[in-house]
């Protein structure tokens, strides 16, 4: 199995009332109850934006510092994203599809080099 970044970006997102966004979250979390059915699921949020973030870390002569906001003044924020777990890019590509068709707009995938570190798990 391979783990996968499935993501959007929030100025990919057009203007929503709140009704049509608590439609897409029953649609897009009707695919988040796939996904955890099917065993392929890692993790999953959204609601991130420029206003959720808390701080910038940056290594400076050896020390971390650290600054309030984002570090870099960007056009594209992070929106939400889920990591999956399955057997190839097309796998990664049919949830990434289901997610854009849930939620009507577009998602990006990634695919992780290698697996990630789990919480909770050692390395010997």
Known sequence: MTEYLITFNDEWVPAHTPEELAQ????????IDEMRAEGVLI?????LDRS???CSAEAVDGKA???DGPYAE???????F????????????YWAGRLAVALDWPQEVHRFRG?????????P
Request: aromatic share 2%.
């Open 24 to 31: 897409k979250a029953k649609s897009g979390l009707a695919v």
């Open 43 to 47: 993790f999953t949020n959204g609601g």
């Open 52 to 54: 959720t973030a808390v």
């Open 65 to 67: 510092v650290i600054t």
């Open 74 to 80: 960007t056009k594209e924020h992070l929106g939400g």
């Open 82 to 93: 889920a990591v999956v777990d399955v057997p190839d890019d097309e796998a990664a590509r």
């Open 115 to 123: 697996p990630g570190q789990r919480a909770g798990a050692r390395e």
